[in-house]
């Protein structure tokens, strides 16, 4: 039987309008099938019509161009990287890599100017990057920058590689072991470390490809995850987006409005050391979720577990009538005089007034590795928080979940990273000049 065409673009409305200037052929629905079922069982190749075939699968209209994601352009340069405050694109790769044995400070020094270089040209222009102009994969040759950022940060092994001990910031000693870490050193830390989002998966691809590139025989890749978020434009109502277990996850995050929020998440001018002015840390955790535990937990429990309303991240303090944004109230008691956000619900025990003020900035992406060897799921969320000192943010949270958090019963933490991320690039620098040239 012959396989069925998937819609493959969730484009606008099939009654949209032809753009002048469309050059697709005008095939019909049927024909369109035909022609798709036939390459699939001759292995014909489609040639130049892929992409409107593909397109034309949907409706028997020319697609509606999304251009306002493909355009999206995130700055390189500024008081602080990018991806950081950059909304949430939908697509990310972590990857980290160590220095070759034979690489020391010059050799770090030049690597970072030539990823800076190539970063700012990416994000400046990702879809025009031809493979004439160096190292290049041409994937996203007809891609915009899509919002591109491309972040990059040091890891404590990194001092001790290039002779820079002495400016290594008290921020990154090792972070505590808690009980429920069960971690894979090769998974884990890493020299340089590396961010690179959009909302197009070709383009974090690319970027990746080009940084590879250019890292030449300097330094290897240790470890690469990648992950995901929604897709930006398709829902006509755009809310927090949700993780793997189905909650709306990044509410009650620090907001850049916030008068503390600079304080909360960025190393202040004057601060130490002062290369890292501006500069960030960003924890990142590798949190496996027992997704077939928590999806056999009946709602009610599930809700429990996080103090929040499954269905619109409500608080459960907050009554029938609350939205996601309504203060939580921890004080607040149910009908029967319990307390309506449990002892061990997760955001009582994460929150900033239950940790003497400790505030992270949280920016992840779910993962979806496919099955693990027993069957479940190999999927979570790769945790990334951004804070101005990790001994104030990530690590007395942590502490605390570690010991009461419903929800921990539902995760395994089983990679790390703590990385110092410099300033941004003021113009003619390059990512870490001032440490590595200072
Ligand atoms: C150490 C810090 C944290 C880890 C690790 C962590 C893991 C984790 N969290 C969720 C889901 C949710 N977290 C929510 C809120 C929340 N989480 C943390 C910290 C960590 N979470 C904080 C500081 C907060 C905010 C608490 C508050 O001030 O109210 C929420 C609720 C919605 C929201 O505010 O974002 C959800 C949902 C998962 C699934 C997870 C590990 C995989
Ligand atoms: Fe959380």
């Not at 990154?172 to 890493?190: C, E, I, N, Q």
Request: hydrophobic share 40%.
């Amino acid at each position: 039987m012959p396989k069925k065409a998937q819609p493959s673009v969730p484009s606008g409305p099939a009654s949209a309008p032809a753009p002048a200037t469309s050059t697709a052929p005008a095939l019909s629905r049927r024909r369109l099938l035909g022609a798709a079922s036939a390459a699939g069982a001759t292995g014909l190749a489609l040639g130049g019509t892929t992409g409107a075939l593909a397109h034309a699968a949907t409706s028997d209209a020319p697609p509606t161009a999304l251009s306002s994601v493909g355009t999206g352009r995130v700055a390189f340069r500024g008081t602080h990287q990018c991806g950081i405050t950059t909304p949430l694109q939908a697509h990310g790769r972590l990857v980290a890599f160590d220095l070759a044995p034979t690489a020391g400070r010059a050799e770090a020094a030049a690597l970072l100017r030539r990823w800076s270089d190539a970063a700012e040209r990416l994000m400046d222009a990702v879809g025009t990057d031809s493979p004439a102009d160096g190292p290049a994969s041409g994937i996203a040759l007809d891609a915009g920058p899509c919002s591109l950022t491309v972040t990059f940060g040091f890891g404590r092994s990194l001092f001790a590689r290039t002779g820079l001990t002495d400016r290594m910031p008290d921020a990154l000693r090792p972070l505590p072991r808690f009980t429920a870490d069960a971690l894979d050193p090769d998974r884990s830390d890493g020299d340089l470390w590396v961010q690179i989002g959009a909302d197009d998966p070709l383009v974090t691809l690319h970027a990746l490809r080009v940084l590879r590139a250019e890292a030449g025989e300097a330094a290897r890749p240790r470890w690469e995850m990648a992950g995901f978020n929604r897709t930006p434009g398709a829902t006509a109502r755009p809310m927090t987006p949700r993780n793997l277990m189905g909650q709306v996850d990044g509410t009650n995050n620090p907001r850049p409005a916030d008068d503390d929020f600079a304080d909360r998440i960025f190393v202040p001018r004057g601060g130490e050391p002062d290369w890292m002015a501006g500069g960030s840390y960003a924890v990142v955790r590798r949190i496996r979720m027992l997704l077939d535990d928590w999806d056999g937990t009946p709602l009610q429990e599930q809700e429990q577990v996080i103090g929040r309303r499954k269905s619109d991240g409500a608080p459960l303090s907050g009554g029938p009538d609350a939205s996601e944004d309504t203060a939580v109230d921890l004080e607040a008691r149910d009908s029967s005089g319990r307390p309506a956000i449990a002892a061990d619900a997760h955001v009582r025990v994460a929150a900033p007034e239950t940790n003497g003020g400790a505030a992270m900035l949280r920016r992840p992406f779910s993962y979806h590795d496919g099955l693990r060897e027993d069957g479940a799921p190999d999927a979570g969320l790769l945790f990334v928080a951004w804070q101005a000192d990790p001994l104030t943010g990530f690590v007395p949270v942590q502490r605390k979940l570690d010991s009461g958090d419903a929800l921990s019963r539902f995760l395994r933490h089983e990679a790390s990273g703590l990385f110092a991320v410099p300033g941004g690039p003021a113009t003619g620098e390059y990512v870490g000049q001032r440490l590595l040239e200072g």
